[in-house]
């Protein structure tokens, strides 16, 4: 999720870079202006700000709404995940992915991951309220995930333009991935796709998918490089 870092799930619209979106997806335009206006304009290693009450967060990030332009079905899907994965959302806020994620790994186990020890605190008891007794959230660094285990798949949404130093960052995310594991991001344009691949190429990634149905956002899909 959004969130801190991250921690902001959303598809932008027609400011700093992001494409516009068309008359069904007015509420998605709405987040990325309300969210974007602290992001456009900043330095790269700018301090992301805070979204520190979950619960004033809950009508934005878990709006159904953003189903229509999300598709966090379709997305989970395409991820091909085993009921036995285990899967890092990175960025996970309230839960929007992470509760679904959980659903759809049965025999396996979701780590949520946010810097904001309120999302933290929310998503632990949004796991127990909805009986995911394998989701547990866990508080990141702005510059380390502190993964507890080793994964199979992190995915990060709306979270990549906001990670500074992403290419020490993406370096630790590697070295916590399973053998096979991969990294999946899906962001906005504020940073384009061509330039994720090529700073995910320095942390020693190389592009093993790349997915075209979500309207406003791109969405790569990461496997280590083999060293040389």
């Known amino acids: 999720m959004p969130g801190t870092v991250g921690m902001m799930h959303m598809a932008g619209g027609g400011i700093c870079g992001v494409p516009r979106a068309g008359p069904r997806r007015l509420a998605a335009l709405a987040l990325a202006a309300a969210l974007a206006a602290s992001t456009c304009a900043r330095p790269a290693d700018y301090i992301v700000p805070r979204y520190e009450s979950a619960e004033a ?26 009921p036995d994965a285990v899967v890092a959302d990175i960025g996970s806020g309230t839960g929007y992915f992470a509760v679904r994620l959980a659903r759809a790994v049965p025999r396996g186990r979701v780590l949520g991951v946010d810097i904001e020890p309120d ?10 309220r909805e009986s995911l007794p394998n989701l547990a959230s866990y508080r990141g660094d702005a510059d380390d995930p502190r993964l507890p285990t080793p994964v199979d ?18 370096r630790r995310v590697r070295a916590a ?11 906005a344009f504020r940073i384009p796709p061509e330039q994720v691949k090529q700073e995910l190429a320095r942390a020693g990634f190389e592009l093993a998918q790349e997915h075209s149905f979500l309207p406003d956002q791109y969405f790569l899909v990461f496997r280590p490089a083999a060293l040389n």
């Open 119 to 128: 999302m933290v605190r929310y998503l632990n008891k949004r796991a127990e």
């Open 57 to 82: 967060w809950v009508p934005v990030f878990d709006d159904p709404a953003r189903d229509d332009w999300q598709k966090p079905d379709e997305v989970i899907r395409a991820l091909l995940l085993p």
């Open 177 to 187: 991935l399973k053998r096979g594991g991969r990294v999946a991001i899906i962001d």
């Open 153 to 170: 798949v992190a995915i990060f949404v709306g979270v990549y333009h906001h990670i500074a130093r992403r290419e020490q960052y993406f």
